[in-house]
């Protein structure tokens, strides 16, 4: 039984993971640099797992919306630290959704700005919409 179990969850993580990275084309030019910070697009749910358990919330519980197109994930970190959690992000619809460090705390002021520049240039471009999304990912 265990074994079975174990497969499965191995298979579903493989499927997520494949969605994961159909999404990550057309949705990397939402990466972005400056003001001493780095924001990315998470390419694999240990990701997602990892940044939800050093930082200490819920993150995980939107690993298969990000995967499946109903939202958008990013990271956002300190250039001096790329690899360390710092902010996670969720964006959708022209919008920075929330933005949540340590143990759900809201961003220092440095980094709200970042995201505040960052969320005007995206809507200037064009708003991310769902119908893009979920084509991207049938």
């Known amino acids: 039984h265990d074994k079975v179990t174990k497969e499965f969850h ?3 993580k493989r499927r997520t993971n494949e969605k994961i990275a159909m999404r990550i084309e057309s ?3 939402l990466e972005d640099q400056g003001m001493g910070f780095i924001l990315t697009l998470p390419r694999k749910s240990a990701e997602i797992e990892r ?4 930082l200490g919330h819920c ?3 939107y690993i298969d919306d990000y995967a499946n197109g109903k939202t958008v994930l990013l990271f956002l970190r300190k250039e001096e630290n790329p690899r360390k959690p710092f902010i996670t992000v969720e964006y959708w619809d022209g919008k920075v959704i ?4 340590d143990h759900n705390v809201d961003p220092p002021e440095a980094a709200s700005k970042f995201l505040e520049a960052w969320s005007i ?11 893009e999304a ?5």
Do not use: C, N
């Open 51 to 54: 940044e939800g358990k050093l």
């Open 27 to 29: 949705l990397k030019d």
């Open 134 to 138: 979920i084509q991207v990912a049938a």
């Open 98 to 101: 929330q933005a949540r460090g």
């Open 10 to 12: 191995y298979e579903e």
């Open 121 to 131: 240039r995206q809507q200037e471009r064009k708003p991310y919409r769902t119908k």
């Open 59 to 61: 993150v995980k519980s």
